[in-house]
């Protein structure tokens, strides 16, 4: 079984609606992570959350929300979605303190389209 | 605010050629530097280089890290179909405002023909 997944892994909807996507891991990590991927912008980073009482907006938070429901768990929410939201959503968690030096581990992405 | 640039944005080569990507970066406390792979859908992990690690390699697969000139280097030898893919820089930083997050470059996309 995966260690990090999202739901869902696809999704079509339209301008206006509220939508939630959801990250769950079994790695029991305590750092959680949602990025957006968009054609030649590489990863950037929308919200993070070090444990469950500790959530920060990452460079391009504006228009998304999250819950950290729990340590294994990290929602994205988009509470009015517009058509430039349309990308490729990654969730990510990595290790603390640990030796990892900030490695991170990737959920396989949700495909968002926004009409 | 930290910053990552990757080179080239795109390239093409031929199997068995062999290729260099560029990565440069800013970052305040810089702590490592990683580079994924990603091919469909999830970036995967290469590599990680740090203060006491400046220099990885794994098959064919090799990469360098130039502290002082802030700058990495990911070079893939013989390469095959298989490597085609996005490759991704990304730098961690110890400290401040890049404490505990990775910033990413905007990637190189490998295409590799038979």
């Known amino acids: 079984d995966a260690d990090v997944t999202q739901t869902p892994r696809n999704r079509i909807t339209k301008t206006g609606k509220r939508i939630m996507l959801e990250c769950s891991q079994t790695k029991g990590h305590d750092r959680m992570y949602w990025y957006r991927q968009d054609p030649g912008l590489g990863l950037r980073l929308i919200y993070y959350s070090f444990d469950v009482k500790d959530i920060n907006k990452g460079e391009i938070s504006d228009g998304y929300s999250v819950s950290r429901q729990a340590q294994a768990k990290f929602s994205l929410s988009l509470e009015s979605a517009i058509p430039n939201q349309t990308a490729l959503y990654f969730c990510?968690?990595?290790?603390?303190?640990?030796?990892?030096?900030?490695?991170?581990?990737f959920g396989p992405g949700t495909r968002l389209t926004v009409l | 605010e930290d910053k990552v640039v990757q080179s080239p944005l795109s390239l093409v080569v031929h199997e068995g050629d062999t290729v260099t990507l560029n990565c440069s970066y800013e970052?305040?406390?810089?702590?490592?530097l990683l580079w994924y792979k990603q091919e469909k859908k999830a970036p995967t992990f290469l590599f990680m280089l740090?203060?006491?690690?400046i220099e990885k390699k794994s098959g064919r697969l090799s990469s360098i890290l130039d502290k002082k000139e802030l700058f990495s280097i990911l070079n893939i030898t013989a390469t095959q179909t298989g490597d085609s893919a996005v490759y991704l820089c990304?730098?961690?930083?110890?400290?401040?405002?890049?404490?505990?997050?990775?910033?990413f470059g905007q990637g190189t996309i490998l295409t590799v023909h038979p």
């Open positions: 990510a968690t990595s290790d603390f303190p640990g030796s990892s030096y900030n490695e991170q581990f």
């Open positions: 990304a730098v961690g930083g110890a400290g401040g405002t890049s404490y505990g997050k990775l910033t």
């Open positions: 740090t203060s006491s690690g």
């Open positions: 970052v305040t406390n810089f702590r490592s």
